[in-house]
């Protein structure tokens, strides 16, 4: 490897980059949450159940009764929640992706500043280093050892050298050394749109929990059709209808078959998580994250800049045989001086050993990488000629079983890091280096725990979610770190023992918790091990050397202050950089997705009901049995309200697969339940007298145990109680025994409790529903495994 350098270029003038912004040479980007304000409000009013409500509801105000179209405020509610929350969620995603993004160094008019990426133009030089992401396309005119990784382009494993000259891409990222580039492709021509455009969109796609929504519209949507021309057709015929009340008894049909809310409360919930999670300086680069979180059974952590805090300090160094002390710190401070851009344990060492004033000739350099661990340079020394110096692990430098080594061992066993400072037998830049070395030196590096990494790795423990540490430091000192935080796995395993054989490597990384010496391919690997055991697997990281199992794992992880290619590829970035945070991401997923498998539940049953309803008016060719009015306010305190409060609850059950399956389990057959025995009461109750008064009583008869047995679906799904739960429920009932038995609200909703022998029927046989639908629920538990808690007291 060799460093290649030309005449420092200064960069583009003022004046130059004026010019280009003129001509819009400028590296414009998509917006970082994927779509406009225009977008947003498009997407949300022009819907396929908006517009099926709106034809509704334009055929129910030409008969003239408005009160019957109140569900038309449907239109408007959805139109305006779904709205407002992802404007809400954009503002956040926005403002916290302008914090989290990469900020390229750009040399201008001969001095280097950082930048926001879309500020670049054409032909700008830009400066990078370790970590550094290439956030537009380029050619190499400054290069320094400088190592590429171009693995998530290309599938290449090994980090490729860059030369002068040499092409670079966007959505690269630098491993090793330092250089500059000058942009080729800016805005749309380079690989960079694309990649920003996904990194941070705000997106409802390849999720379980949609995907099972969308499956359940779809078979919705092909009931909803024969049924509801059935419906009308029917309804037109009947003898004593007019065509108003045939039109209203059609709409009254209709209308609660379509699942209006329940594809705006998952939107609301995802929109809401992002907000959330942003006021705590999460930001979530991707939605359906938020519901991968609560799917993860393994976070695999990183050590440093995860358990540990990222900056270390410097402990003491220990002379070995003999040494002098002032040579090796002339040398320590002499690599100082040589590393443009040092990692966290060089700058410890430069807080003790300064770079030195007077630099030695560079010969040749050799940057630290995760991959070999540990770094050097051949110096022209004065008085003694060429001499190879070398800083990285003891025990990977120094020969197994050696005193030097087995000292290194023992104080790293403590939770200290140790670096072996020694000469090298080669030139650091020849193929075979360092060859036999000499040990000169340990160097002993203080790290700090996180002050909240051991309640949260009780969190994850109590949430029965594993924890598999993956270190490139030493095992030992891994080891330790973990045995202080309570993390009981037994002994760390050297991962460079971890046998080769593909199946045997998986089954070692299942069983085992804390590794240490873990190349980046091999944290990759290990992701993949753990998916192949059907694992759902998080990583987290900060490093160059964790990009690669970030990209990889079902969900990555990144610390703020971490590299910028370990942002981009990250779905989530904790900006403040606090472990701590990762439990609050878990319960918001958690959130979500437990709780939208409750209101599906009661949107799914309404739907079942609805539909069957309408076949058996159909099938007995009868009047429908409700008012447009009386369906609305059906689903305003069985499932509207309701299922609001329950989406935005807490909520902390673990996450699990088959979401479509558990919410036909109780919703078909409820809404089968509840649905027949409406019907029933409408045949026992209904007479051939024409009249307002006879029709009225027989509506409010039949509603009554609509309601009766809908509210005990929410009296289910509810489960397991808490006291705000309760309240919901008698809430509910209480909302309706007031809407019986008022005046005013009888007026208006065109009911009337007169005749006692039909209430009686009616609310009879609702609470025989109810009992029907407790069964059920019981039933559902028994068979299928569900839950049957019926008090929660957390």
């Known amino acids: 490897m060799t460093t290649q350098t030309q005449a420092r270029d200064p960069g583009l003038s003022a004046a130059e980059v004026a010019d280009r912004i003129a001509q819009g040479q400028l590296n414009h980007l998509p917006p970082r949450s994927g779509r406009t304000v225009a977008d947003i409000v498009r997407a949300n009013v022009f819907t396929r159940i908006n517009a099926i409500l709106a034809v509704l509801l334009a055929l129910v105000l030409a008969t003239g009764s408005w009160i019957n179209g109140a569900f038309g405020l449907l239109i408007i509610a959805n139109s305006a929640i779904g709205i407002i929350q992802e404007l809400r969620a954009k503002h956040t995603l926005d403002s916290l992706a302008v914090v989290g993004e990469a900020r390229p160094r750009i040399r201008r008019d001969g001095v280097a500043r950082d930048h926001a990426r879309d500020e670049i133009v054409l032909d700008d030089v830009i400066e990078v280093g370790p970590g550094d992401q290439i956030v537009v396309d380029g050619t190499v005119v400054e290069a320094e050892y400088l190592e590429v990784d171009e693995s998530l382009l290309t599938g290449e494993s090994d980090p490729e050298e860059k030369a002068l000259g040499a092409a670079v891409m966007s959505g690269s990222f630098v491993v090793a050394g330092a250089g500059a580039y000058r942009a080729t492709k800016v805005g749309s021509e380079s690989y960079a749109a694309q990649l920003t455009a996904e990194a941070a969109k705000f997106t409802l796609v390849k999720s379980e929990l949609t995907q099972g929504i969308n499956s359940i519209l779809k078979v919705i949507t092909w009931v909803l059709i024969p049924v509801g021309v059935a419906t009308i057709v029917v309804q037109l015929t009947q003898a004593h209808n007019d065509w108003r009340r045939s039109v209203l008894a059609m709409a009254g049909a209709l209308v609660p078959m379509v699942p209006e809310g329940l594809i705006l409360l998952t939107s609301v919930a995802f929109a809401l998580g992002v907000v ?199 095992a030992a000192s891994v080891g330790a770190v973990t045995r202080s935080l309570g993390v009981v796995s037994g002994t760390a395993v050297d991962a460079r023992t971890l046998p080769t054989d593909a199946v045997e490597f998986a089954t070692a990384v299942d069983e085992t918790d804390v590794f240490g010496r873990v190349t980046p391919h091999q944290k990759r690997a290990m992701v993949a091990a753990l998916q192949s055991k059907g694992h759902t697997v998080a990583m987290t990281g900060d490093g160059v050397n964790d990009v690669l199992a970030l990209k990889d794992a079902d969900l990555g992880v990144a610390m703020g202050s971490g590299a910028a290619a370990t942002r981009a590829v990250a779905k989530i970035v904790l900006l403040d950089d606090r472990f701590a945070t990762l439990p609050h991401v878990v319960g918001e997923g958690r959130r979500v997705i437990g709780n939208i498998e409750r209101v599906a539940n009661l949107f799914l049953t309404k739907t079942i009901y609805s539909a069957l309803l309408a076949l058996l008016v159909v099938l007995w060719r ?143 046989l609702g609470v025989v529903g109810a009992v029907l639908i407790e069964a059920l629920w019981w039933i559902r538990g028994k068979v299928f495994g569900a839950p049957l808690v019926f008090w929660s007291r957390s």
Not at 348 to 372: C, D, E, G, H, N
Not at 645 to 658: C, H, K, T
Not at 698 to 722: E, F, K, N, Q, S
Not at 745 to 752: A, G
Request: charged share 15%.
């Open 276 to 474: 959330r999670l942003g006021r705590r300086n999460c930001l979530v680069q991707e939605l359906p994250a938020i519901e991968g979180l609560a799917r993860v059974d393994v976070v695999c952590a990183d050590k440093t800049g995860t358990l540990t805090e990222n900056g270390m300090t410097f402990g003491e160094l220990r002379l070995v045989d003999g040494g002098g002390e002032a040579e090796v710190a002339a040398a320590l401070q002499q690599l100082v001086a040589a590393d443009a851009r040092p990692n966290a344990s060089m700058q410890a060492i430069a807080a003790r050993y300064p770079a030195a004033q007077q630099a030695w000739p560079v010969l040749a350099k050799l940057p630290f990488t995760s991959a070999k661990k540990w770094s050097g340079a051949t110096f022209v020394v004065p008085d003694r000629g060429a001499q190879n110096w070398v800083v990285g692990a003891p025990d990977v430098l120094a020969p197994a079983g050696s005193p030097v080594a087995l000292e290194a061992e023992r104080i790293a066993s403590g939770g200290l890091r140790v670096l072996l400072v020694a000469t090298a037998e080669r030139p650091v830049d020849d193929p075979l280096a360092p060859g036999t070395v000499t040990p000169r030196a340990l160097i002993v590096l203080n790290q700090k725990i996180r002050p909240d990494a051991a309640e949260t790795l009780a969190y994850f423990a109590e949430q029965r979610v594993q924890l598999k540490v993956i270190s490139g430091d030493n």
């Open 622 to 764: 009868v009047q429908f049995p409700f008012l447009p009015i009386h369906v609305t306010i059906t689903g305003w305190f069985t499932i509207g309200i309701p299922a609001f409060l329950l989406s935005l609850a807490p909520n902390n059950e673990q996450a699990r697969p088959g979401f479509v399956r558990r919410v036909l389990q109780l919703g078909l057959p409820a809404g089968i339940v509840v649905g027949t025995l409406t019907f029933i009461t409408y045949l026992l109750v209904r007479t051939d007298d024409p009249s307002a008064v006879a029709m009225q009583q027989t509506y409010t008869a039949t509603l009554a145990c609509l309601i009766v047995a809908a509210t005990w679906v929410l009296a289910v799904v509810a489960r397991p109680y808490r006291w705000w739960r309760v309240g919901l429920v008698m809430l509910s009932l209480l909302a309706y025994l007031l809407i019986f038995t008022w005046p005013f609200t009888q007026s208006i909703f065109f009911l009337d409790i007169g005749n006692r022998a039909a209430m009686g029927t009616g609310l009879l």
